[in-house]
């Protein structure tokens, strides 16, 4: 028998697909475009410093890149698989555990592993530039970007081999992922803080890739070498033992064993507290049936919405612990305005999640076009979803915006000229209504993508594009045209304030949730009945990836098959 023949058959299929050579070109490109784009931006700066700040930028983009891949490729592997019934199918061979998981981690992360290998070489040009960076930081910033690839599609695999649903599954990869980059080194601090240590113990710092990508460089590396390996060691040692965990797991969790119950008492408590209990369910049914058959359908587990508001009253907790911890420092514009873009950002990534999630899954199972054939319109179902959501996020996105509004007033009572009080003003009003504005678009654009794209995951990420990315990329084209045009010596007197850039910001911003909003609504009203029918993708959806399109009557009509490892 070949060894590894799942891993075997994937890359061959990989040689055959276009898009394997295409990614490699549009990663490096991307990297290219946006070192050329930092160069210009600062190119008034000395070699060094400018050498310095694309070598950070470079490096930090590829870390970034890696840690995502792991919630975006892999995290649905193997959930996937159980949910359509396949997995078990493969266990009828001889094929082991690590069989399957190092053939589906391959399957599902081969455009990352070649997008990574291809930016590593963009990651150099900055020694070119001279500025005292060292052969010996570009190969150990090599080895902490393939190290945090590694690490992300590790935990996504393991993550993947124990759940059913893509959306527990991506949301517990990120919370793992946060839990080893971010929230082990904060308990680091606090036990430093409470025991009235000098520096954080590095025990709490080696499970962090930010860590081992901060003592790569020179001056670091040079005070810890044995911290940075150690580092490095761990993480890969993680990496190696979730695979391993998933190996072990996905041999035996395919399988729906229905007497585990009875040898878990607790478990049978769950259900209690997410649904409540029969009188309750019952009387909670018969009010929201009355209102609308899908909002009981969508709503009837409560603790997705008590999730909601156990986020906010730990960041509350944390909040004013640091608050009490640092007195007066805590209070001033820098933590209001960052507390502000965290807890808004959450909550776009949040909605956008929950708004594709439910179509999607019940698209894949057929579940859709059952609730279709009811007497239900189409108008009906959406306007049970939208009242899902509301019920879900209308009291922690007023509960944000007052807090925000409590802050606006706080940074204008600190503000004393009039033209920064202005300047406050009009960011903390756009932010506010920007938010607004983008929870509303990504609901439309959720739904539709969660109709349209191949899983939940993917219908996510499409969502969170449209409305979050692609304003940035445009404005970051405007500020390089005005870079441009500055460097060839017009205007070079009269450049823009912040009222021109604010304003850019603000019109992009809208002008994208006007666009993808308003056309993703008008595709839900006019075509969902047709969409809805195409159960498993067929063709070349490369032209619809950005920007939706109208199902083929013709591919609908016709069911295609999809072969899944």
């Known amino acids: 028998m070949t060894f590894l023949p799942?891993?075997?058959?994937?890359?061959?299929?990989?040689?055959?697909?276009?898009?394997?050579?295409?990614?490699?070109?549009?990663?490096?490109?991307?990297?290219?475009?946006?070192?050329?784009?930092?160069?210009?931006?600062?190119?008034?700066?000395?070699?060094?410093?400018?050498?310095?700040?694309?070598?950070?930028?470079?490096?930090?983009?590829?870390?970034?890149?890696?840690?995502?891949?792991?919630?975006?490729?892999?995290?649905?592997?193997?959930s996937e698989e159980k949910r359509e019934g396949t997995l078990g199918l493969l266990f009828l061979t001889d094929l082991k555990g690590y069989d399957i998981v190092l053939g589906k981690l391959v399957a599902g992360s081969l455009n990352s592993f070649y997008s990574?290998?291809?930016v590593l070489p963009m990651m150099a040009i900055p020694l070119l530039l001279g500025g005292g960076l060292t052969l010996g930081e570009f190969i150990r910033m090599t080895l902490v970007v393939i190290d945090a690839l590694l690490f992300s599609l590790a935990l996504g695999m393991c993550v993947s081999s124990m759940t059913r649903s893509a959306h527990r599954s991506a949301s517990m990869s990120v919370l793992i992922l946060l839990f080893f980059v971010a929230?082990?080194?904060?308990?680091?601090?606090?036990?430093t803080s409470v025991t009235k240590g000098k520096a954080v113990h590095w025990f709490f710092l080696a499970p962090s890739i930010g860590f081992s990508y901060y003592t790569a460089f020179d001056a670091p590396y040079k005070l810890g070498k044995f911290e940075f390996w150690t580092s490095l060691g761990i993480i890969?040692?993680?990496?190696?033992?979730?695979?391993?965990?998933?190996?072990?797991?996905?041999?035996?969790?395919?399988?729906?064993?229905?007497?585990?119950?009875?040898?878990?008492?607790?478990?049978?408590?769950?259900?209690?507290?997410?649904?409540?209990?029969?009188?309750?369910?019952?009387?909670?049914?018969?009010?929201?049936?009355?209102?609308?058959?899908?909002?009981?359908?969508?709503?009837?587990?409560?603790?997705?919405?008590?999730?909601?508001?156990v986020f906010l009253g730990v960041s509350a907790v944390i909040w004013f612990s640091a608050w009490f911890k640092f007195k007066r420092e805590w209070l001033n514009e820098a933590v209001y305005v960052t507390t502000a873009i965290l807890l808004n950002l959450i909550l776009r990534?949040?909605?956008?999640?929950?708004?594709?999630?439910?179509?999607?899954?019940?698209?894949?199972?057929?579940?859709?076009?059952?609730?279709?054939?009811?007497?239900?319109?189409?108008?009906?179902?959406?306007?049970?979803?939208?009242?899902?959501?509301?019920?879900?996020?209308?009291?922690?996105?007023?509960?944000?915006?007052?807090?925000?509004?409590?802050?606006?007033?706080?940074?204008?009572?600190?503000?004393?000229?009039?033209?920064?009080r202005?300047?406050?003003?009009?960011?903390?009003?756009?932010?506010?209504?920007?938010?607004?504005?983008?929870?509303?678009?990504?609901h439309w654009v959720g739904m539709w993508q969660g109709l349209t794209a191949k899983n939940p995951i993917r219908a996510a990420g499409g969502s969170l594009f449209r409305i979050l990315a692609?304003?940035?990329?445009?404005?970051?084209?405007?500020?390089?045209?005005?870079?441009?045009?500055?460097?060839?010596?017009?205007?070079a007197q009269t450049s823009p304030?912040?009222?021109?850039?604010?304003?850019?910001?603000?019109?992009?911003?809208?002008?994208?949730?006007?666009?993808?909003?308003?056309?993703?609504?008008?595709?839900?009203?006019?075509?969902?009945?047709?969409?809805?029918?195409?159960?498993?993708?067929?063709g070349d959806k490369s032209k619809s990836r950005f920007w939706p399109t109208k199902p083929s009557s013709s591919k609908a009509a016709q069911p295609t098959r999809e072969v899944s490892v």
């Open 349 to 420: 990534y949040w909605l956008a999640g929950e708004a594709t999630r439910s179509f999607a899954e019940h698209r894949k199972s057929g579940a859709l076009e059952l609730l279709l054939s009811t007497p239900l319109s189409v108008n009906e179902l959406l306007r049970g979803h939208g009242l899902a959501m509301r019920k879900m996020f209308m009291g922690p996105v007023l509960v944000a915006l007052g807090v925000e509004t409590l802050f606006m007033f706080a940074t204008l009572h600190e503000a004393v000229p009039d033209e920064e």
């Open 183 to 191: 929230l082990v080194p904060a308990l680091g601090v606090m036990v």
């Open 6 to 78: 799942i891993v075997t058959r994937e890359l061959r299929l990989a040689s055959r697909r276009r898009a394997t050579y295409w990614v490699r070109s549009a990663a490096a490109l991307i990297m290219v475009i946006a070192g050329g784009w930092l160069f210009l931006v600062l190119r008034g700066q000395p070699p060094k410093e400018l050498a310095v700040a694309l070598f950070c930028t470079l490096t930090g983009g590829a870390v970034l890149f890696a840690l995502i891949s792991g919630p975006r490729s892999t995290a649905d592997c193997l």
């Open 470 to 491: 692609l304003p940035w990329i445009a404005y970051a084209f405007v500020l390089l045209m005005i870079i441009i045009n500055d460097l060839r010596g017009s205007n």
């Open 236 to 309: 890969h040692a993680i990496s190696w033992l979730g695979l391993l965990v998933a190996s072990i797991v996905t041999r035996r969790s395919w399988q729906d064993k229905q007497d585990r119950r009875s040898l878990l008492p607790w478990s049978e408590r769950w259900p209690l507290w997410t649904q409540g209990s029969s009188l309750k369910r019952s009387a909670f049914r018969r009010q929201l049936l009355d209102i609308n058959p899908i909002l009981w359908f969508a709503a009837r587990i409560r603790s997705r919405t008590a999730a909601v508001w």
């Open 497 to 538: 304030g912040w009222k021109f850039f604010l304003g850019l910001w603000f019109c992009l911003g809208m002008a994208a949730n006007f666009a993808f909003g308003a056309w993703s609504r008008q595709k839900l009203m006019t075509e969902f009945r047709l969409a809805a029918q195409e159960r498993y993708g067929s």
């Open 422 to 442: 202005t300047f406050w003003l009009a960011l903390w009003m756009s932010g506010m209504l920007m938010l607004v504005a983008d929870l509303v678009a990504l």
């Open 116 to 118: 990574v290998f291809a």
